[in-house]
């Protein structure tokens, strides 16, 4: 095989990154794209020469205007999508919002609606199903101290 013809062979994934973010009651900090008909969480794409971390802060900066410490990764999940191509999804461990940074969150207002606090259980009704999944095996990882990798939002198959 011809070199030109291993890198036409080679994923071209698209990467993007968030942040999960909590309150003092355990609730998930959820965001209402204006673009979307359901809930996200803070996050977006990677760009060029920009690493996971890096576009995690960005994007919860460029979103809700905060600039809160941004922890450790808790999730990568392989996503396969026909319409859009592939992707790979990073999901960082935001931490507790203190009620005084939960206030002066500034939505992008180009961007999005709202951004609020939802118990886990609700997440199914929220969010897409592979983002539900996404978000509650999140939290499961930072319970147990220790990334995950999913594939569509869960487990692999063993």
Request: glycine content about 8%; hydrophobic content about 40%.
């Amino acid at each position: 095989m011809s070199e030109s013809e291993q890198v036409e062979r080679m994923a071209r994934p698209r990467m993007a990154a968030g942040a999960l973010f909590c309150d003092a009651q355990g609730r998930v900090l959820l965001v209402r794209p204006s673009y979307k008909p359901m809930w996200e969480i803070p996050g977006g794409y990677i760009e060029t020469g920009e690493s996971p971390l890096s576009a995690c802060r960005r994007e919860v900066e460029e979103e809700l205007g905060i600039r809160p410490p941004i922890g450790p990764l808790l999730v990568v999940d392989w996503a396969p999508n026909d319409a859009e191509g592939d992707k790979v999804l990073y999901l960082f461990d935001g931490g507790e919002l203190s009620p005084d940074t939960a206030a002066s969150i500034k939505l992008a207002s180009d961007e999005l609606l709202a951004a609020e606090f939802h118990a886990v259980e609700d997440l199914d009704q929220l969010l897409i199903p592979r983002l539900a999944r996404r978000v509650k095996q999140a939290m499961a990882a930072r319970a147990q101290g220790r990334p995950v990798y999913l594939e569509h939002g869960g487990l692999p198959a063993q």
